[in-house]
């Protein structure tokens, strides 16, 4: 699964306050979301959020990457954005003209 993905899936689940919350949100399933974050906690070793069978929390560790992961979805955004050239903006003398 693409990085970018992961991370934005961890902070929807982090926003929503729980997975079913966040798979709905994503217009994703339960079980994708999950399977997601589960993925995202064995490849970096560390468990990211503290599960119970009534809420889900984040661990120090997924509090540290969830602050990371903003900034550098933001800084992705930017950039984007940027290239596309929506960052640009117009500037000069604009004449129109136009018959009566």
Do not use: W
């Amino acid at each position: 699964m693409d990085r970018f993905h992961e991370l934005k899936i961890m902070l929807a689940v982090v926003d929503a306050g729980g997975f079913a919350k966040a798979a709905s949100r994503l217009n994703s399933s339960p079980p994708a979301v999950t399977r997601a974050i589960s993925g995202l906690e064995a490849r970096l070793g560390v468990e990211i959020f503290a599960r119970t069978t009534r809420s889900v929390h984040l661990t120090e560790a997924g509090r540290v990457l969830a602050e990371r992961a903003r900034a550098v979805l933001a800084d992705l955004e930017a950039a984007e954005k940027e290239a596309s050239g929506e960052a640009a903006v117009p500037t000069g003398l604009l004449t129109i003209t136009a018959s009566v």
